[in-house]
Structures are given as structure tokens and as C-alpha cells.
């Protein structure tokens, strides 16, 4: 882990780039909105910390309101866990006996629940934990449409279900029901009819377990596109949304409820980069390039310049194009960028700088930063 890019009460212009800021405000907007929904929906919240990666952020989550945390990846949990946290979901279906070991590991100091979509999952997990003398939570992954992991729903599910019961080392706890691809259809229309068609999904699931008499303590899912339509089906009563604490210009791109932009939460995420060179009046090229965010889903927007537009990136460097309405830029000028996609860009950095009234009040670590396996 690198130093950190600035002191607690240096100025914006102090701080070393390219660094991820956070616009403590408007996180701290985002973090009340969600939290508020789920209270007044009668729903848990437990975000997902591969957005943020970051103990510090998921402890201010659960001050709000917030069960624990999600996570996909085993390393992520170990992080989450070392920082404070109690209630762990990895939401993914973990394989290998190295990383079962490390998961049963984990959950001598937490509840830890993990997902399964096969029966040769189950008893290598349940195997596991009954060797390491605990118990882990389970749930069932059914597929809802996004046709990545997860088996199908009704009675394939409710087998499943069935198995993990008689499985020592585990306990079943519920259903994953998470429709990834739904997040970022374009209009709120499309992504509402896509959750409804997972709700039909969740439903002959939750009956068939129903029917055989198993109790489905969570349906858990949902994402900061859709957690609307989860959150008031009546069917799903946890929500995994992450994206929501920071926004990207993938999300800022889809329809809101009546207009066409998404403006349930605000951007609070930027990566702030220096002006390095200025070769021409209509040309500027800062010091943040492909190795400080994510490009995936494009160049990162310029925020608070009139007229300015990212249109090139390379490993170091980004070139603006600065249109005729445009204030020249000089040497040394900070340039706020809005990038693509949150989680990845996030997974370049060590440390996130929190700033409030362009004054720098809080540094936290990404502890889980890299935490691929």
C-alpha cells in the first residue's frame, strides 16, 4: 500500500494525483437515501462491498441501518472481517478447497453465508466447515434472467434446498435472487418489466420450498438500478445495491422514473487528476490515465468544466479536447473526472480522500483492494 495522497485539512490543490476523491456530502447523502428506503420499505439493506472495498465505508453503512455486507470474493471478506465486520455475504459460489478452508477460517470470528448452484458445491463446502467445527449460512442461487450462475427456480432450487439441509456444516438460509443485466437497461420501464419477471422467478420458488415445508428466512438481490422494484415486491426483503454510495457514468447514462436520466443519487466518486501539459489552445493532457480508472464503459466525464471533453486515454495520461466556450487551462490546474465504472476504478487505488468544502477531512485505506480470490 502507497502513502497516502494528502493530509487531513490540505486544500484540494494539495493533494497529489491522480487520487480517488470522495465528495463526503454527497456520499454521505447517498449512504441516508438508501438506508432510509429500506427502513421505510420494512427491508434489510446489506450493500455490496465490491463496490467500495473499503471497511471504514461498510462500518458507516451499518451505523445506517445496514445488516452487514456482501461481497463476492473470499479475500474481500477477510477484509471486511479484519476491519469490524460481523455479517458477511459472498454472494458468489466459492470453489477450491484452499479457499473453503479460508472461508470456514472466517467464520470462527463472523456469520458468514456463501451461495450454491450445484450439489458438488454443497457437500465440498459442508465437508469443509464440519472440519473446521462451523456452521455456514447457505442460500440457493436461481437464475432470474441475467443467465450467468445459479440453477434453475421451482423444484430444481427447492432440491437443492433440500440438500444443504441434510448437509452437515451448513445452514440453508434463503434464496439469492440477484438480476445483474437489469441494473443498467435504459429506461426505468425496461428494468421495472425485467424485475418482474424475476419476481415470477423468486415466487415458484419460494412455493415449491413452501410446499415441502422449508422456511426461506431471505430472498436477497437487487442493485442501485432496480432496488425499487425489489424492495416493494414483497418478495425480496434484502437489498445488495453498492453502486449507489459513489454513482458512475454507466448508471448517470439510464432513465429515472420520469425523465430520462437517473438521478436517485449523486455522484460522489472523482478522480482527481493534475494538468500536466497544455500543447495547444484546444488540447490538455493530465497526469490520470487507464492505470487510475476503469475505461470499459468509456472515457470518464469532465465534472464542473464547461466545454471540456475527455477523448483519448492512454496507461498515464488523458487528453481533453477543449471546446470554444472552454476556460484554458494551465499547468497545475486539478481536473475533476467522472469514471465509467466505480468498482473497477475503485480496485486502483489504496486509498480514497475525503474531502468536504475543498478541505480534506478524512483518509481511509481500500483494505480489500486486489482481493481477487
Not at 129 to 144: K, M, Q, R, Y
Not at 167 to 192: D, I, M, N, P, V
Request: charged share 20%.
Amino acid at each position: 500500500m502507497t502513502s497516502p495522497p494528502a493530509r487531513i485539512g490540505a486544500s484540494i490543490d494539495e493533494i497529489d494525483t491522480p487520487a480517488l476523491v470522495v465528495d463526503l456530502d454527497a456520499f454521505e447523502h447517498n449512504l441516508a437515501k438508501l438506508a432510509e428506503f429500506a427502513r421505510k420499505s420494512g427491508v434489510r439493506l446489506r450493500p455490496h462491498a465490491k463496490t467500495h472495498k473499503c471497511p471504514a465505508i461498510a462500518l458507516k453503512q451499518i451505523a445506517l441501518g445496514a445488516v452487514g455486507q456482501c461481497c463476492q470474493k473470499v479475500g474481500e471478506a477477510e477484509a471486511l472481517v479484519r476491519g469490524g465486520v460481523k455479517d458477511v455475504l459472498v454472494s458468489n459460489q466459492i470453489v477450491g478447497i484452499h479457499k473453503l478452508r479460508r472461508l470456514a477460517a472466517l467464520a470462527k470470528d463472523a456469520s458468514v453465508s456463501v451461495c450454491f448452484d450445484s450439489a458438488e458445491q454443497v457437500e465440498a463446502t459442508g465437508a469443509v466447515a464440519s472440519d473446521f467445527g462451523v456452521t455456514l449460512g447457505a442460500l440457493v442461487e436461481i437464475e432470474v434472467g441475467m443467465q450467468r450462475c445459479g440453477v434453475l427456480p421451482g423444484a430444481p432450487a427447492r432440491d437443492l434446498a433440500k440438500l444443504i439441509g441434510a448437509t452437515g456444516g451448513l445452514k440453508f438460509r434463503g434464496l439469492q435472487a440477484y438480476y445483474g443485466t437489469a441494473q443498467h437497461l435504459a429506461t426505468y420501464a425496461e428494468r421495472q418489466q425485467a424485475i418482474q419477471r424475476a419476481a415470477e422467478a423468486v415466487r415458484q420458488t419460494v412455493e415449491a420450498l413452501k410446499q415441502d415445508g422449508i422456511a426461506c428466512e431471505l430472498v436477497t438481490g437487487a442493485g442501485t438500478g432496480t432496488y425499487e422494484f425489489e424492495g416493494t415486491s414483497g418478495l425480496w426483503n434484502e437489498l445488495q445495491a453498492g453502486s449507489y454510495v459513489f454513482m458512475d457514468t454507466d448508471y448517470a447514462r439510464i432513465g429515472g422514473k420520469t425523465s430520462n436520466r437517473y438521478t436517485d443519487f449523486e455522484h460522489s466518486l472523482f478522480v482527481l487528476a493534475t494538468v500536466m501539459s497544455v500543447p495547444a489552445a484546444d488540447r490538455a493532457i493530465v497526469d490520470a490515465g487507464l492505470k487510475s480508472y476503469s475505461a470499459e464503459k468509456g472515457a470518464p466525464w469532465v465534472h464542473g468544466l464547461e466545454d471540456v471533453e475527455q477523448v483519448g486515454i492512454s496507461d498515464e495520461h488523458g487528453k481533453l479536447k477543449l471546446g470554444p466556450k472552454a476556460k484554458r487551462l494551465k499547468l497545475g490546474d486539478k481536473v475533476m473526472l467522472i469514471p465509467g465504472h466505480c468498482d473497477p476504478t475503485v480496485n486502483l487505488h489504496d486509498w480514497y480522500v475525503g474531502v468536504r468544502q475543498g478541505r480534506v477531512e478524512a483518509l481511509w485505506p481500500i483494505a480489500a483492494r486486489g482481493a481477487s480470490n
